[in-house]
T-cell receptor, first 112, second 114 residues
Framework: DQQVKQNSPSLSVQEGRISILNCDYT??????FLWYKKYPAEGPTFLIS?????DKNEDGRFTVFLNKSAKHLSLHIVPSQPGDSAVYFC???????????FGKGTRLSVIA | EAGVVQSPRYKIIEKKQPVAFWCNPI?????LYWYLQNLGQGPELLIR????????DSQLPKDRFSAERLKGVDSTLKIQPAELGDSAVYLC????????????FGEGSRLTVL
C-alpha cells in the first residue's frame, strides 16, 4: 500500500508559467514532508520541506503548501524555468526515528 | 564539503554473478541508507544503519542481499547471485540524523543484469 502518492507521472509547463506538483499521503502519523529533485544519472537532491505545524513554506521560486485535513501537499514553482525540468519526488516521515517514504515521482518538463 | 560517493556508477553483469556496491557517506553523518530505485518508481529503502548497526533491514531480501558498514563509515551492499529483476539503480544516502531527516544522496550505481 503506497503511503505517499504522486498521481501525475508527468507535467508539461510553458516557461514563465506556474508549475504545480501534487502529492497525497495516507499515513496520518506523517509530520514532516520533503520535496526532492532528480536530474537524469544523478541522485535526488533536497529542494524544500515543510513541517506539519505549518501550512506553507517558501524558498525563492519554490513554495510548498500543506493541507493536513486533506492529507495533501503541493509544490509550486513560479516562474518555471527550463532548468527546472526534472523528476520531482515527494517524501514524508513521522516524528519517530523512521526513514523517509517516497512517492513515485512526477516528471516536469518546462518548455521554452 | 564532499558529498556522498558511490562506486561503481555503472555495472553490467550476467545473471547468477555476484556484484558489490560501495558507499562513502558525508563525513560526520552517522546514519546511512541504501535505497533501491526501479525505473519509474521512487526510492525504496533496503537498509538503514545508525553508525555500524543495521536498525532497519526489513526490506532487504536476505537470501541474496547483504550489507555491512564496518567502523560506522563506509558501507558495502552485495548481491549474490544477481537475478534479472535486480536491474535497478542502487542509491546510497546519509544524514546527520534528527530532527529534519533530510537525506543527502549519492549519484547511484546503475546495475544491469543480463
Amino acid at each position: 500500500d503506497q503511503q505517499v502518492k504522486q498521481n501525475s507521472p508527468s507535467l508539461s509547463v510553458q516557461e514563465g508559467r506556474i508549475s504545480i506538483l501534487n502529492c497525497d499521503y495516507t499515513n496520518s502519523m506523517f509530520d514532516y514532508f520533503l520535496w526532492y529533485k532528480k536530474y537524469p544519472a544523478e541522485g535526488p537532491t533536497f529542494l524544500i520541506s515543510i513541517s506539519s505545524i505549518k501550512d506553507k513554506n517558501e524558498d525563492g521560486r519554490f513554495t510548498v503548501f500543506l493541507n493536513k485535513s486533506a492529507k495533501h501537499l503541493s509544490l509550486h514553482i513560479v516562474p518555471s524555468q527550463p532548468g527546472d525540468s526534472a523528476v520531482y519526488f515527494c517524501a514524508a516521515r513521522d516524528s519517530g526515528n523512521t526513514p523517509l517514504v517516497f512517492g513515485k515521482g512526477t516528471r516536469l518538463s518546462v518548455i521554452a | 564539503e564532499a558529498g556522498v560517493v558511490q562506486s561503481p556508477r555503472y555495472k553490467i553483469i550476467e545473471k547468477k554473478q555476484p556484484v558489490a556496491f560501495w558507499c562513502n557517506p558525508i563525513s560526520g553523518h552517522n546514519t546511512l541508507y541504501w535505497y533501491l530505485q526501479n525505473l519509474g518508481q521512487g526510492p525504496e529503502l533496503l537498509i538503514r544503519y545508525e553508525n555500524e548497526e543495521a536498525v532497519d533491514d526489513s526490506q532487504l531480501p536476505k537470501d541474496r542481499f547483504s550489507a555491512e558498514r564496518l567502523k560506522g563509515v563506509d558501507s558495502t551492499l552485495k548481491i549474490q547471485p544477481a537475478e534479472l529483476g535486480d536491474s535497478a539503480v542502487y542509491l546510497c544516502a546519509s544524514s546527520p540524523g534528527q530532527p529534519t531527516g533530510e537525506l543527502f544522496f549519492g549519484e547511484g550505481s546503475r546495475l544491469t543484469v543480463l
